[in-house]
């Protein structure tokens, strides 16, 4: 495992002569040194690559000091020593050779995760460590490494966290969240580097009532202010956002009612759909979903939404973008973008007889809410697969709006007393894939 490691990390010669193609590989000198110096580091201790997060390689590489040359880090658990982990840093020294220039240990079952930012006072970055202490508890530490001396600038427990410039610094600041699943409460704590220090300069709470934190991201209000979107469990059966930025170097939670002691406007018990940057303009829009009235209706699964998407801006206010129906259909992962015009005038169905040959099919009808009048198709959307899916794209009036590997996605306007709006190369223009948009740091 580590030999892949190294041959994946260390640079190699990418053009090569015939009879060097054919060769059998050799390893290079840097990779020769690199292992060797990595093997008496470690003795009779384990390979403890962090077991979470973006960095879960057994040995990675860092420009940490920003010279224009990487530093080898790996990691070890020596259950002979009184601080079993161990985080080893090497550097290249005057004669090419990697040796340890700093190491850092640690407490705890593992480390759960590693990452590498700058958290300001230096052009370096610093390295951030989460300890797992624990099944339920673990240690965020901060250290700086300077000419093989290491700093810890900070220690504290947590639920959660980000790195993330929000005060427009150019270096990174910490939020850490803190959860208390039983009281259902949490709150947001900001730390800024200060005095050689990370320090606490303020807190947020969330939400009132969550019963743990979902989902988090880093992203952008509609004014381009830095901000923190926390997403979490509110009750049995909804969620809850809670979006903060920074004001003054105090952290806001801007959602928040006061009154209420929580975040009411982005509350929602549609559940499936998450924030994202639906329009792809560099801020975070946040999901309104709404129901669908549908012609006789039987149970609430029968129900279709669509979403209202909307951006916030530093004073806590909603501006819509656009409205989308999601099909979030584990078979089909795509949704539309809706003309302002058809809000009120239309309901969905599906028609699923097909889907043994390959055809599953999502129903547009023009109705406007009378349980007298059956809706009126005017628009169906299909997912094909199978070996005959390039012919049945081809049925009647179908034409292509969007080709995968293993599937089309097909439409066909129906004949109808309503005029949609809409245009085959419009349609085309407004149906997209769902990709997963939201993500974490820790």
């Not at 901000?227 to 105090?250: K, N, P, R």
């Not at 998407?309 to 078979?331: C, I, K, M």
């Not at 007889?353 to 390959?358: E, L, S």
Request: proline letters at 3%; aromatic letters at 12%; hydrophobic letters at 35%.
């Amino acid at each position: 495992m580590l030999m892949t490691a190294l041959i994946l990390l260390l640079p190699g010669c990418l053009f090569k002569s015939t009879d060097e193609l054919y060769a059998v590989p050799q390893a290079s000198e840097e990779y020769v040194n690199l292992r060797a110096a990595i093997d008496a580091a470690k003795g009779a201790a384990d390979f403890a690559a962090p077991t979470s997060g973006r960095n879960t390689q057994t040995v990675q590489l860092m420009d940490l000091d920003e010279d224009g040359v990487q530093e080898a880090i790996t990691f070890f658990r020596d259950t002979a020593s009184d601080k079993p982990l161990k985080i080893y840093i090497f550097r290249l020294n005057g004669k090419d050779e990697y040796v340890v220039d700093a190491v850092i240990e640690g407490d705890g079952t593992s480390i759960e995760s590693i990452s590498y930012r700058n958290l300001g006072g230096a052009p370096s970055k610093e390295i951030i460590v989460s300890w797992r202490m624990s099944t339920s508890v673990r240690t965020l530490v901060a250290y700086r490494v300077d000419q093989g001396t290491v700093t810890e600038l900070m220690r504290t427990g947590y639920s959660y966290y980000v790195a993330a410039d929000m005060d427009g610094s150019g270096t990174q600041e910490l939020l850490l969240l803190q959860v208390d699943t039983a009281e259902h409460q949490g709150v947001v704590e900001y730390y800024q580097y200060q005095d050689g220090a990370m320090a606490l300069r303020s807190s947020a709470p969330l939400s009132n009532g969550i019963f743990d934190v979902r989902a988090y991201r880093a992203g952008k209000l509609k004014d381009d202010v830095p901000a923190l979107f926390v997403t979490s469990q509110y009750g049995d059966s909804a969620v809850i956002t809670d979006v903060f930025c920074v004001e003054d170097q105090q952290l806001v939670n801007v959602t928040l009612d006061e009154t209420t002691g929580r975040s009411g406007e982005t509350l929602r018990f549609y559940t499936s759909v998450e924030p994202a940057d639906i329009n792809r303009d560099g801020r975070l829009e946040l999901p309104q979903p709404q129901v669908i009235r549908s012609y006789n209706k039987s149970t609430a699964a029968d129900d279709f939404w669509v979403i209202k998407w909307r951006q916030f801006d530093r004073e806590g206010e909603a501006w819509p973008v656009f409205t989308t129906y999601h099909n979030y259909n584990s078979l089909d992962r795509w949704y539309l973008v809706l003309p302002d015009e058809w809000e009120g005038k239309f309901t969905l169905s599906r028609r699923d007889a097909n889907t043994a040959a390959g055809e599953r099919a999502m129903v547009f009808s023009y109705w406007t809410g009378d349980e007298k009048t059956e809706p009126e198709p005017f628009l169906i959307i299909y997912k094909l697969t199978g070996t005959n899916r390039v012919s049945r794209s081809k049925l009647g009036n179908r034409f292509i709006l969007l080709t995968e590997s293993d599937a089309i996605y097909a439409a066909e306007f129906q004949e109808s007393v309503w005029d949609c709006g809409l245009d085959a190369e419009q349609l085309q223009k407004r149906f997209k894939l769902i990709q997963t948009d939201w993500s974490t740091e820790s």
